[in-house]
C-alpha cells in the first residue's frame, strides 16, 4: 500500500515541520498496521483516505485511474489534471527526492561544500529542504 500510494504518503509527511513530521510519520505507521489487521480479519480493503484522516491530514484523494470517461471535464477531473501537472512540475529535494513547498521551507545547499572548494554562485546551488541541508549531510 505504501509502494502503490507514495505521491500521497510523500506528501503528507512532507507538508509537516521537521518537529511534527516524526510524529506524523509514526501516527501513519501505527494506523496503517491497524487497518491492515483489520482488512486481514474482516476482508474489509484499508482506504488511504480513511488512513490519512485518522492522522490528521484533510483533503480529498482522487484516484484518476478510476474517473468515468466522458466528454467534458468536470470539477473532479479538472482537480486532478491540475494536480497531476503540479506534481510532475513540483521541485524535488536533490538529496531525498521528496517534495518541496519553497514558499514553505527551503534551504540552499552547496553542491560542492565550501570546507572542499565550493563558491556561493547560483551555479553551484540548490533548494533542498533544511534537515536534508543539516543533517543529512555532513
Known sequence: MLVDQKPVVMAAVSNTNKQARVSRVRDLLAELIRSLTVETETGTPTNIQDVLSAIGVQGKILDVSMMKTKQNFDEDTKIA????????????????????LPSQSVSFDHKTRVRDGGLGTASNGQMVHPFCNSGVKS
Open 81 to 100: 489534471i491540475v494536480i497531476q501537472q503540479s506534481w510532475q512540475s513540483a521541485s524535488k529535494c536533490p538529496i531525498c527526492g521528496g517534495y518541496m
